[in-house]
Structures are given as structure tokens and as C-alpha cells.
């Protein structure tokens, strides 16, 4: 157990929906990553979340959106949802936003949209 | 894209075997590289790192080696366990002394370890 919660662990939704992702981070830690893992494109960083303040973007496409809060959850948010988003979204923390630091990871939802 | 997920290579090992599981990076300016495990159904759960200032990290049954002039990485488990079957990705941080922390992933080795 890496300390990371995700909820919930499945999501099955319909095309068009809009669906939110929530990751609670490991005590302590202050950065929260969302990556996309999907048959097609293995992990793929989304983005990253600094004590509130979104830090670094990755791959997220426009119909995505996520915000960190003042308990440093993190919320990540998918709309106008479509066949493709089905995949596994996993969220991780690290203690900060630099450095050589590992990334806990949490245990994923699986999404699907049909 | 940076990370690649199409078919993935498999190495079938025997219990109690030696296994190594390779992997070709493509930031040469990146300083710190990652093994992670993910088992069928759960995230990647972290086995062992290595800084580029390293060339091999040993933990308990696994080795890592790091091979900056052809930028590849290699995971060695030694005496192989079934409970070792699993996915193994390497990762390697964005960019180097900066705050950000973007682990780009690469495309996965499964493992399986029959007894």
C-alpha cells in the first residue's frame, strides 16, 4: 500500500458524460501527479499539482482539467467524455516539487466510457 | 509520443533464475532514472533508482545498471519468483536540476516466472 487513495476504483460512463477523478495524496506530501495509462500509449504524464499550484502539464488535453486543494486532494476532472478516455488514470505524490524524489503511486481508476 | 505502450515484450523465465529486463531512454540530459513494477490491477509501485552519476545501485535481489554512453538502463532480479511476474517500466525524469518532476515512462516488459 503506497498510501495514495483513488476513487473511485471504477467508473463506467456513456459518451458526452463528465466524470471526476479524486486522489488523495500520501501524508505529507505536497505534489500530486495524474497520469493516463491506456493500451495504446502506456503511461502518460497528465499533470502535476504543487501544494495548491498547478506546477507542470503534460498531455492533458483541453477537456481536462484538475485542481489541488487547501487538504491537497486533488480532483481530476474529464469531460465531453469520448471512446478513446477509456483507460486507467493513476494519480501519485512525491514530498516536493523538484528533486530526485520517488513518486507514489496510487491504485488507479478504471474508466470506462461506453 | 515521449512513451510507447503497443505491444509489449514478455521474458519467460523459470523460478529461481536470473532475469534481465532492459530498457533504451531517450533524454541523455536526464539525471535520475526509475524502476517500477506494476502487477496486474495496481498501480506502478517503485523497486529501485538510480542517479546519473551512478553506473549500478544494488538492492535486496535487484541490481540496476545505468549505460549513459548508449543510454540504456537494465533491471537484473536475481533467484526470480513468481511472485516477480509483473510489468516492469523504466522512467526517467524530464529534465535535469529543475523543479520539474515529469517521469516520462517507457514501453514495459512483462515478466513471467513459472514455477
Known amino acids: 500500500d503506497s498510501g495514495v487513495t483513488q476513487t473511485p476504483k471504477h467508473l463506467i460512463t456513456a459518451t458526452g458524460q463528465r466524470v471526476t477523478l479524486r486522489c488523495s495524496p500520501r501524508s505529507g506530501d505536497l505534489s500530486v501527479y495524474w497520469y493516463q495509462q491506456s493500451l495504446d500509449q502506456g503511461l502518460q504524464f497528465l499533470i502535476q499539482?504543487?501544494?495548491?499550484?498547478?506546477?507542470a502539464k503534460g498531455n492533458i488535453l483541453e477537456r481536462f482539467s484538475a485542481q489541488q486543494f487547501p487538504d491537497l486532494h486533488s480532483e481530476l476532472n474529464l469531460s465531453s467524455l469520448e471512446l478513446g478516455d477509456s483507460a486507467l488514470y493513476f494519480c501519485?505524490?512525491?514530498?516536493?516539487?523538484?528533486?530526485?524524489?520517488?513518486?507514489?503511486f496510487g491504485p488507479g481508476t478504471r474508466l470506462t466510457v461506453l | 509520443g515521449e512513451s510507447v505502450g503497443l505491444h509489449l515484450p514478455t521474458l519467460s523465465v523459470q523460478e529461481g533464475d536470473n532475469s534481465i529486463i532492459n530498457c533504451a531512454y531517450s533524454n541523455s540530459a536526464s539525471d535520475y532514472f526509475i524502476w517500477y513494477k506494476q502487477e496486474s490491477g495496481k498501480g506502478p509501485q517503485f523497486i529501485i533508482d538510480?542517479?546519473?552519476?551512478?553506473d549500478k545501485r544494488q538492492g535486496q535481489r535487484v541490481t540496476v545498471l545505468l549505460n549513459k554512453t548508449v543510454k540504456h538502463l537494465s533491471l537484473q532480479i536475481a533467484a526470480t519468483q513468481p511472485g516477480d511476474s509483473a510489468v516492469y517500466f523504466c522512467?526517467?525524469?524530464?529534465?535535469?536540476?529543475?523543479?520539474?518532476?515529469?517521469?516520462?515512462f517507457g514501453t514495459g516488459t512483462r515478466l513471467l516466472v513459472s514455477p
Open positions: 522512467a526517467q525524469k524530464g529534465i535535469r536540476n529543475t523543479g520539474f518532476q515529469k517521469l516520462v
Open positions: 501519485a505524490s512525491s514530498p516536493t516539487a523538484g528533486g530526485n524524489n520517488e513518486q507514489f
Open positions: 499539482y504543487y501544494n495548491g499550484e498547478e506546477r
Open positions: 538510480i542517479r546519473s552519476n551512478m
